[in-house]
C-alpha cells in the first residue's frame, strides 16, 4: 500500500466529503454531544478547524501547538474558513517535498503525518454528520489507506487516550464500520435524543 496512492488526491475527496457536513452544522447543533465524548459539536468544530489549519504547517516540515485550541467558532464565517482552509491543506500537502522526510513537529514519517490527518478529516467529519443529523459517505479510495494507517497508530493511540478500545463489528460489516470499530468509535452510535 504505502507509496501507491497519491495524498493529494486523497486529501481532497476526503475535504470534499467533509465540507458540507461542517456547513450542514446550525448553531442551535453547536452543544450537542458527539460520538468524541471530550467534545461537544463546537469543540469538536474547533479541533478540527485547528487540525486543518496546523497540518498545513506539518506539511512544510514546521512545527504546530496542540496544548490548545483557539476558539474559530468566535469569528464569523467559520463555516467558508472551514473550506478555505481544507483547501490550503490540500495545496500544502500537493508540494514537491512535503512527503519526504521525517516531520519536525511529529517526529514521525512524514507520509505518516498526512495520513493522519486524512484520518481526522474521514473520522470527525463522520462524527460530527452523526453528531448533527446529517449523512456521510467517506471517499472510498482513502479506506484502504487509512486501514493500513490507523491499524500501525492505533496501540499508540490508545496509550495516549486518542482512541479507545476496539468496537467490536461483524465480519461482513461495511469497511468503514471496521475502521470506525478500530478507532474505538460505535458505528451504530446515534445523537441522543432531547428530553
Known amino acids: 500500500m504505502t507509496n501507491t496512492?497519491?495524498?493529494?488526491?486523497?486529501?481532497?475527496g476526503a475535504a470534499e466529503r467533509a465540507e458540507p457536513v461542517v456547513r450542514g452544522v446550525k448553531e442551535s447543533d453547536l452543544g450537542s454531544a458527539?460520538?468524541?465524548?471530550?467534545?461537544?459539536?463546537?469543540?469538536?468544530?474547533?479541533h478540527s478547524l485547528h487540525v486543518v489549519i496546523s497540518f498545513q504547517a506539518l506539511a512544510a516540515k514546521g512545527t504546530a501547538d496542540f496544548s490548545?485550541?483557539?476558539d474559530y467558532l468566535l469569528e464569523d464565517g467559520w463555516r467558508e474558513r472551514?473550506?478555505?482552509?481544507?483547501?490550503?491543506?490540500?495545496?500544502?500537502?500537493?508540494?514537491p517535498g512535503a512527503l519526504e522526510g521525517t516531520s519536525q513537529g511529529m517526529g514521525l514519517?512524514?507520509?505518516?503525518?498526512?495520513?493522519?490527518?486524512l484520518?481526522?478529516?474521514?473520522?470527525?467529519?463522520?462524527?460530527?454528520?452523526?453528531?448533527?443529523?446529517q449523512d456521510f459517505v467517506p471517499?472510498?479510495?482513502?479506506?484502504?489507506?487509512?486501514?493500513?494507517?490507523?491499524?500501525?497508530?492505533?496501540?499508540?493511540?490508545?496509550?495516549m487516550n486518542v482512541f479507545a478500545e476496539p468496537?467490536?463489528?461483524?465480519?461482513?460489516?461495511?469497511?468503514?464500520?471496521?475502521?470506525?470499530?478500530l478507532t474505538g468509535r460505535d458505528p451504530a452510535w446515534r445523537a441522543p435524543v432531547a428530553q
Open 119 to 133: 484520518g481526522d478529516l474521514t473520522l470527525h467529519a463522520w462524527d460530527l454528520a452523526r453528531a448533527t443529523g
Open 68 to 70: 490548545t485550541t483557539p
Open 34 to 46: 458527539t460520538p468524541c465524548s471530550e467534545y461537544d459539536v463546537r469543540d469538536l468544530l474547533n
Open 167 to 181: 468496537v467490536p463489528v461483524g465480519a461482513d460489516a461495511p469497511d468503514f464500520d471496521k475502521l470506525l470499530a
Open 5 to 12: 496512492y497519491d495524498l493529494t488526491d486523497l486529501l481532497k
Open 139 to 159: 471517499y472510498e479510495p482513502s479506506l484502504p489507506v487509512l486501514r493500513e494507517g490507523l491499524a500501525a497508530l492505533a496501540p499508540t493511540g490508545r496509550k
Open 82 to 95: 472551514f473550506g478555505r482552509e481544507t483547501g490550503l491543506l490540500v495545496t500544502a500537502w500537493s508540494q
Open 109 to 117: 514519517p512524514q507520509r505518516t503525518v498526512g495520513e493522519m490527518v
